[in-house]
Every structure is written in C-alpha cells, then in structure tokens.
C-alpha cells in the first residue's frame, strides 16, 4: 500500500503506552470474565449431562450449533438487548462460546472415569455425590482443563473482533490502523494478543500440572 | 422485531447487486472458494504427515497459533499488505485461518488409526496408497469432515468480518449498516449470516450421514 | 517350507528382537512360535511376510528369499490373520473377507461368492455377511479374520496370538475349529502364541523361544514333554509333564479283555450294547456306578488311563467308533502300558504319527502354563 511506511514504528508505541495499557486491561476482563461465567455455568450443566443421559444429546446439540454461530452476527443480535459498544454485548457471547467448548469437556471427562474406578468408589462406601466430588471430578480435571485452554485462547483472539461493534479491547487497533493506512497498531494489536493467549495457556498448563500431580509422576517415570 | 420486518419487507433489498440473493450468492461463492483452496491445500498435507508420521509437531503448533491469531487483525493487515483493488488478497487470511483446523484433524484422525488396522492392510498385501486411500481415510473420515466443519464455519465467520475490508457478501450489511446507523440492515445482515452458518452446519451433518460408513459410525438400521 | 537361516533382527534402538534364529518351517505343518512376551515371537513372523526386514540372515520361502519379491505381492499370497481381528470397520463382514481376491483383480461376484463359502468354512452364519465387524462378537470376528486370510487360497498362513484376546471358552473352540479346517486344507501355518497349551495342542512342530530372541528348543510336542532341553523349556512348559505326554502315546497298542466281567464288577450294556456303567458282580439289579470310556483306534493312552480312574474298578472300557462296547482294559495292562511309556526314550518315528489329543477332551484346556 505504502512502501515507505515500516511495519513498526517504535516511537508511536512509546508514546502510547498509558493507552495501549488501558484497552489491554479492557480486552483481559472481556476476555477472561466469559471463561469464567462459562466455567461456573458449564460444571453443572456437565455434571447434570453426565449424571442423566437424556440431556447430553440435546446440550452438546444446542453447543455445537451455538459453536457455529459468527461472532459478529451475534455481537449485532444482542446489541438491541445490551446496547452498542457495551461490555456486556461481548461478554455473553464468549460465555457461549466457552460453554460450547466446556461442557462435551466436562462431560467427556467424566466420562473418563474407568468403570473399575468408579465401582471400587461404589464398595468404598463413597455415596453418589461424594463419588463425583471426590474421585471423579479429580479424574476429570485433565480433559475439563484441555477445553479450557481452548476456551480460553479461543475468548482471548474472539474479544477484538468486538471492534466493528465499538468494544474490541485491543481490536481498537486493527480499526484505527485500517483507517489511517498504518501498521504499527495492526502489528501491536495482534502481538499483544498472541502473547496474551500464549500466557493464558502457560497459566493453564501450570495449573493442570499443579492439579494433577499423579500424572507427571508417570510421565516422568 | 419491527427493524427485521423493515429490512426483509423492503422490496429493493431483493433485487440488484446489493439485494438479499445477490449478497447471500457472494458469501456463498467466496466461503466456497476459499473452502476449496484450504482443502486442496490441508488435505493432501495433513494426509502425508499423518501416513508418514512426520512433521506432527508443526501441524500441533500451527493450529495452536491458528486459534489464538485474532481475525480482525489478520484480515486487516493482509489486506493493507497485499493491496485492496481485488477479492483475492481476502481470500487470504480466509484460507489462513481455514487451514489449520483441516490440517489438523485430517492429521489427527490419520494418526489415530489403531495400529492394528493399519498392520492388517499392510499384511493383507495393500500397497502405502492403497492403505491410505482404502482404509485409513474411510475410518478417519469423521474427523476429516469435523475440521472441514469447523474451517467451513471459521470461513463463513471471517467472510462477514471481511466485509470492513472491502469483501461483499452479508457482512457488507453489517458493516454498512453501522456506518450509516441504518440499524434494521445491520441487524438483518446478523439474522442472514447466522441462518447461514446454521444451514452450513446442517449441510454438513447430512454429508456426515451420507459418506460416512455405518460400520464407523456405529449407526445401522436393523439390530 | 519356510527357512530361516540365522536371522538376526536388531531394531533401531538397539534391541536385539531375534538373534541368529536357524529353523524349518515344513510345508503342510503347523509349527508353533512359543514363548514369554517380548521373546521376539512376533518379529519372527512378520520377518516371513516382510512387514520387518531382518538385519542379517535371510528368510526362504520355499527356496526363494523373500528379499527377492515385492512387499504387496509376497502378503497377498501369504494370509495373515492377528489378535484383534484387524477388520476393516468400514467394510461389511463379505467385503472384509473379499479383500485380498478383490486385490487380485478377480470379480465382484466371483470374489463375494468365494467369501461366503469361506465364512461356512469357519463355522460362521451366512446371515452375518452383511453385517459390520462391530456387530460381530470377539469370537466371531476372529474367524471373520481366519476366513479372510483364507480367501484367496494361500498355501501359508501366518497367524499372530490370533485367539489371545477371546475367553477361554471361544478360545477352545476356534482351536478346535482350525485343527478341523488344517485336517481339510493342509496349509503351511505358522502360528505364535504365549500359551504353551496352546501351543502344544496346535503344533505339530513346536519351537520355544526365550527372551533375546534366542531359539530354546524346537521338537514336536511329545518330544518337547518328554526330553525338554533345559531349565528354562522345562519351566515353560510347567507341571504335569508326565501326564499331559501320555496324550502323544496312542492307546491302540493296549490289550483289551474281550469279556465284560472283571474281578468283583461287571460292565452293563443297553440293548445296542454301549456300556451304560459298571455293575457289583452278583448284584443283577444293583445300582449303576460311574465309567470311563475310550476308542483305542483314535484315542490316547491319557484317555484310557483317564477312563480307568473314572470307573470304580480302576478298569476301563474300550469301545468302537459307534460307541459299542469293544473290551476292557485291566489296571495291569495300563501298568504296564505307563511303566513302558516312562521308561523308554520316545520313539520319534512313533510319536510323529500320534493321535492329537482327542477333541474337546483336552482338560487342560485354558489353563495358563505354570
Ligand atoms: N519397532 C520396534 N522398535 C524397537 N523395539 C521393538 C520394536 N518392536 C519390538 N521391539 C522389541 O523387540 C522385542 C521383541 O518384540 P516382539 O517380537 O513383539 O515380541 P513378542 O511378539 O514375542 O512379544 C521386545 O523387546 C520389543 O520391545
Ligand atoms: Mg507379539
């Protein structure tokens, strides 16, 4: 477009940092609030889904077609209800989203649980509701905190398509550049969300180690 | 409600270049085509690396990447880079972002082809292409159309975004409506692409249903 | 006939999987692979249909080196069958078992008609054709796997632990099933197997393996029971030696008593004279007590002693094929019949025309090697 333009202009982003700082604080509560919402909704919903067959046909098929729905058009469904460049309008459709990821997740975890371990639960003595809190939820971290990761990279490179819509966090950049045919906010725009995402999931992975001590004892055995 | 029926109840938002069929034809076209191309690209790729076993860990890191680059960014960038002028430099974040999930599940589903199967068809006296082409992409087909689902409706996703940077289709109703605060267009625009994206995702449960053999998908009539 | 001649295979890592293995594998015979996991057993066989490459040595199959033929055209003349079945899930049963024919380029039809005689052949419902190998049970589908490597009538089959994976019960059977099918077809088979049982009921031949790939013994099963090379063949093999050999000794060298009476109990015959138990002498109506039968043209010196320690007499009685009675066989006789069998070296001429085991009559049958 313009040949003489760097890709990066180094004293442009010196001289907006207070700003940059601001939207990406903007952007992580955008981002992170929906996985947690989707994290506190998706833990019953899973729970109920693994505990009455029934309804895990019609949960993960309402899921999967919420999963199918473009962020944009939703972000334009829900403007009437919550309101133009609002918050509010990015975060309950990440929440799906995240919902979409974590719920088959918890209930496939679950669903890991091995027949022989539940049942030694079962003549342990353990009644049904400890036996989902004490031993099968345990069993189930792996496989709920491999859809959170998901979910969480997932809201944290969603949030700026919320630009168009007058609320993107660091997706402000990928408009301003367009606009003035300029690179340098393009560029930090998508660097800082990768780091982002690429931190996010190193926080999970820590934290799936921390929690299930038993599996890196055999991995490193 | 009422912006809905403004907007379906116009009648010159049926016809013409910037009408309901011509729009929806766009989107479609450029969904397809981009589709195509990762196809032709991801397939063949993915069905090398999950028959040879090499290069896994670039597919894992690439989809990895794929899922945490923002398209907005991607879409706006490239396009700034390449050049407006033209459809295709749009088409390019498209198929950058369609690609990982076909590679990655075509590769994924390959791999995960019991050994023993794999060893059967070799001993049987099948030949490497016949074993790839006769069983391990019937048994690994599921997969292979789960990522060809997920980039479909990745493509129809980014082709609305798209319209900010030129591309026509639904989005441009979207987009030009908030430009103009023509409200009952941009919210049409939505209900358009998202039936859009719901017809995508039937389209591809029937094609499930129709390639897939029952003998891998468990699903028979009798018994 | 299959030869290998010091055949060493030493995988990547460094593992040493075979090591100088030297054998004959004769044609129209069974020839067992036996020994504990990871002994190499399975490397050894795919050596033959050249899914593994040896490193030194060479493999002939009948006087050719298999190094010499295409990978493709040397498995598709040598059926293959493994321990999960390795159906193709995406093929219903006929066209899993029409896979190498269709490779062939024969017909569809010729092809399809040729799959269901051969699902007949191993004792499987034609009416199963059409289904998918997920419908099938674990027994089923391994004959579904021996009918496909049958198909297009190769004259060696390799068959790894095809029967490991199914319970003890189907397992019996399918054995039962391929001793019946081998009586008809002949082929030259090479079967592995971690069951010395097992091994010892299907092979003619019999070769142990111990870990390292080192080659213990090979013989045939009585000389394997009888003289086992050392320590290590002889803890395999487990307990029971003594008894189990006497299944390999043919009970027709016995000297029956054609009368039915023996010293304080008679033997009573319904009216096609088939023995129906043994009587108290003197006691016209007294009741009937437990006997042993056994055919002295088919059956072992184990049955008869077998029959013997069944009957209250400590006799037992002999009958024909039709199940009439033929004689009785006194505890002297079968005294004399063992203290010969223990006391000469196996006669290998002798032994190699042995009766099998009868059929289903085998009571260690699923019992694990000690
Ligand atoms: N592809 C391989 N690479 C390295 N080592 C192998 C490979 N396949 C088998 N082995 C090793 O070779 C030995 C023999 O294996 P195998 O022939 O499968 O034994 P068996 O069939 O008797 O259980 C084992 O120690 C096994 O771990
Ligand atoms: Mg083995």
């Known amino acids: 477009m313009n040949d003489t333009e760097p890709l990066v202009r180094w004293d442009w982003i010196g001289r907006h940092i207070p700003d940059i700082t601001e939207r990406l604080l903007d952007h992580v509560i955008m981002a992170l609030v929906p996985v947690l919402l989707g994290l506190l909704i998706a833990l019953p919903l899973g729970l109920a889904s693994a505990r009455w067959r029934g309804l895990y046909q019609p949960t993960v098929g309402v899921m999967n077609i919420v999963y199918s729905l473009p962020s944009l058009a939703v972000f334009i469904v829900l403007i009437p209800v919550t309101g133009l460049a609002e918050r509010t309008t990015v975060i309950i459709p990440l929440t799906f989203y995240t919902l979409a990821v974590l719920v088959p997740a918890v209930v496939d975890g679950l669903e890991s649980v091995p027949d022989h371990v539940r049942q030694s639960a079962v003549a342990m003595g353990f009644g049904p509701t400890r036996r989902l809190l004490r031993v099968d939820m345990p069993i189930a971290v792996p496989v709920v905190l491999a859809g959170l990761r998901v979910a969480t990279v997932s809201s944290i490179s969603l949030v700026s398509v919320g630009a168009l819509i007058g609320r993107g966090g660091l997706g402000y950049y990928f408009i301003d550049g367009w606009q003035r045919q300029f690179y340098t906010p393009i560029i930090v725009g998508i660097v800082l969300v990768m780091v982002l995402a690429v931190l996010a999931d190193g926080v999970l992975i820590l934290a799936q180690r921390l929690l299930t001590p038993w599996a890196r004892a055999r991995r490193t055995s | 409600m009422n912006w809905l029926i403004e907007f379906f109840g116009t009648a010159a938002n049926w016809s013409g270049p910037s009408g309901i069929p011509a729009r929806l034809l766009e989107h479609v076209e450029f969904s397809a085509v981009a589709l195509l191309l990762s196809m032709i690209i991801a397939i063949p790729l993915g069905l090398f690396i999950g028959h ?133 267009s941009t919210l049409g625009g939505a209900v358009l692409v998202v039936a859009l994206a719901l017809l995508v995702q039937l389209g591809f449960a029937v094609l499930q249903r129709a390639v897939v053999s029952p003998g891998v998908s468990r699903r028979v009539k009798s018994r | 006939m299959i030869t290998f001649e010091g055949v060493t295979k030493r995988y990547g890592d460094g593992t040493v999987a075979v090591d100088n293995l030297s054998l004959q594998v004769p044609t129209g015979a069974v020839t067992v692979f036996v020994g504990p996991s990871g002994c190499g057993k399975t490397t050894s066989l795919r050596m033959i249909n050249r899914m593994i490459d040896p490193s030194e040595g060479r493999i002939l199959l009948d006087d050719r080196d298999v190094r010499a033929i295409d990978p493709p055209t040397l498995r598709r003349g040598i059926g293959y069958v493994i321990q999960q079945s390795g159906l193709f899930p995406h093929r219903k049963i006929v066209d899993n078992v029409a896979t190498v024919p269709y490779l062939l380029g024969w017909d569809k039809k010729k092809a399809r008609a040729r799959a269901m005689e051969l699902l007949e052949r191993v004792g499987l419902d034609p009416a199963l054709a059409g289904r998918y190998p997920f419908q099938l049970s674990g027994g089923q589908q391994q004959r579904v796997g021996v009918a496909r490597a049958l198909a297009a009538d190769p004259p060696v089959l390799l068959m790894d632990e095809p029967f490991s994976a199914v319970d003890p019960v189907v397992r019996a059977s399918l054995q039962e099933e391929l001793l019946r099918l081998q009586a008809e077809l002949q082929k030259t088979i090479v079967f592995v197997t971690h069951d010395i049982d097992e091994a010892i009921k299907l092979g003619d031949t019999v070769a142990v393996l111990r870990v390292g790939g080192h080659l213990a013994q090979i013989a045939d099963p009585a000389t394997l029971l009888a003289e086992p090379a050392d320590d290590f063949v002889a803890g395999f093999l487990g307990k029971d030696r003594g008894i189990r050999r006497l299944s390999f000794i043919p009970a027709s060298k016995l000297r029956l008593s054609t009368g039915r009476e023996v010293p304080g109990w008679s033997v009573a015959l319904d009216e096609d004279d088939r023995p129906i138990g043994w009587r108290a002498s003197g006691d016209g109506d007294g009741p009937l007590r437990p006997f042993g039968v056994f055919d002295p043209a088919q059956d072992s010196l184990r049955a008869a002693l077998d029959a013997a320690l069944l009957a209250p007499s400590g006799c037992a009685i002999a009958v024909d094929p039709g199940g009439r009675f033929a004689g009785v066989v006194t505890r002297e006789t079968l005294d004399e019949a063992l203290g010969r069998a223990s006391g000469e070296a196996l006669d290998p001429a002798r032994s190699a025309a042995h009766a099998r085991p009868a059929a289903g009559g085998d009571p260690d049958a699923g019992q694990a090697a000690g």
């Open chain 2, 52 to 184: 040879t076993g090499r290069g896994g860990v670039v597919v894992v890191v690439a989809a990895n990447a794929a899922r945490a680059l923002p398209t907005l960014g991607l879409v706006v960038l490239i396009v700034l880079l390449v050049g407006v002028g033209s459809t295709w430099p749009v088409l390019a974040p498209l198929i950058a972002l369609a690609v990982p999930p076909i590679l990655v599940n075509t590769y994924e589903g390959i791999r995960g082809v019991e050994r023993d199967l794999r060893d059967a068809a070799y001993g049987m006296g099948l030949r490497g292409g016949q074993v790839l082409l006769k069983v391990l992409v019937p048994v690994a087909l599921p997969l292979i159309l789960l990522g060809l689902r997920i980039a479909a409706i990745q493509v129809v996703a980014t082709a609305t975004v798209a319209a900010y940077v030129g591309l026509g289709g639904l989005g441009r109703y979207i987009i030009d409506g908030l430009a103009t605060k023509d409200f009952p």
